[in-house]
C-alpha cells in the first residue's frame, strides 16, 4: 500500500525564457488553513457544509506561501467522498487541481479506500480524466450516502461519479505532465506548468 509521507513534495519549476521561479506544493491541511479553505469554496462556489469534521482529510495546494487550491476526503470505511476540489479562479486550468485531485486519490489509496465517489454540478469531463465514471446516486455505497453532500449540499441534478481504484491506471495522471525533468512516481506530485514570465518575456 502506497504510502502518504511521499506526496508532501515541494516542486521548484523554472520554465524556459521565464526568471520567475514558483514554488507549488501539496500538503496535508493544517488547522490555520480552514479559513482559507472556507473562503475559497465560497468564491468558487462549494458547499462549505461538512468542510470541518472532515478538513483532517483535507489537502492544500501551495504557491509561493499562498493557499492557492484544496481537495477533501469523506472516509466511509473502503470508500470515500471525494469533495471540494478548488483552485483559486485566476490560477486555474494551470494543473493544480489535476495535482489535487492525484494526491487525493494517492490519500484515499493510503487509508485502505478502494471505490471514490463525488458529485459534480459541472466539471464531469475533468473528473473522467482520472478514471472517474458516471453513475446513478444509487450505485453509491450506502456508507458514502451519510455524506452531507449526498444527502442535503449536493442539488439532485448533480452528476454522481465513482473511480475503482487500481481498475485501470487512470489515477494517475501525472504522467501527462512529464514536460520538466522530474517524474516522480505514482502519487507524487512534480511541478506543473504555471508560471508568472517576466514583463520581458
Ligand atoms: C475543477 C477545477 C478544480 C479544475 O482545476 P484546474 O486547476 O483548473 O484543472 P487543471 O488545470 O488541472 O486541468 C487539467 C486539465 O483538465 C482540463 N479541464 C479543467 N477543467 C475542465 C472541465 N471542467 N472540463 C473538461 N476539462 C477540464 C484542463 O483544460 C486541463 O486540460 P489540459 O491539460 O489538456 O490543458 C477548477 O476549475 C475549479 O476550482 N473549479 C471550480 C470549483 C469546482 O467546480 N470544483 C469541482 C467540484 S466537484
Redesign the pocket.
Known amino acids: 500500500m502506497p504510502s502518504f509521507d511521499g506526496l508532501s513534495v515541494t516542486a521548484l519549476y523554472l520554465l524556459p525564457g521565464a526568471e520567475y521561479r514558483s514554488m507549488l506544493s501539496i500538503r496535508p491541511s493544517e488547522r490555520g488553513d480552514l479559513r482559507s479553505v472556507l473562503n475559497l469554496l465560497s468564491l468558487?462556489?462549494?458547499p462549505r457544509s461538512g468542510v470541518r469534521s472532515s478538513f483532517a482529510n483535507f489537502l492544500i495546494a501551495e504557491q509561493d506561501g499562498s493557499l492557492v487550491g484544496c481537495v477533501g476526503l469523506e472516509l466511509f470505511g473502503a470508500s470515500a467522498m471525494l469533495r471540494s476540489?478548488?483552485?483559486h479562479p485566476s490560477l486555474?486550468?494551470?494543473?493544480?487541481?489535476?495535482k489535487l485531485v492525484a494526491a487525493a486519490i494517492a490519500l484515499a489509496e493510503s487509508k485502505g479506500v478502494d471505490r471514490i465517489f463525488?458529485l459534480?454540478q459541472?466539471?464531469a469531463?475533468?473528473f473522467k480524466?482520472f478514471g472517474f465514471r458516471e453513475v446513478n446516486r444509487e450505485e453509491f455505497d450506502e456508507p458514502v450516502r451519510k455524506s452531507v453532500l449526498y444527502s442535503r449540499s449536493c442539488p439532485m441534478s448533480a452528476t454522481g461519479m465513482r473511480l475503482r481504484i487500481g481498475e485501470g491506471s487512470q489515477a494517475d495522471p501525472s504522467q501527462?505532465y512529464d514536460s520538466t525533468n522530474l517524474s516522480p512516481p505514482r502519487g507524487v506530485l512534480e511541478c506543473g506548468r504555471h508560471t508568472k514570465r517576466t514583463p520581458s518575456s
Open positions: 468558487t462556489g462549494l476540489v478548488a483552485v486555474q486550468r494551470r494543473g493544480i487541481g489535476s463525488l459534480t459541472s466539471q469531463d475533468f480524466r501527462r
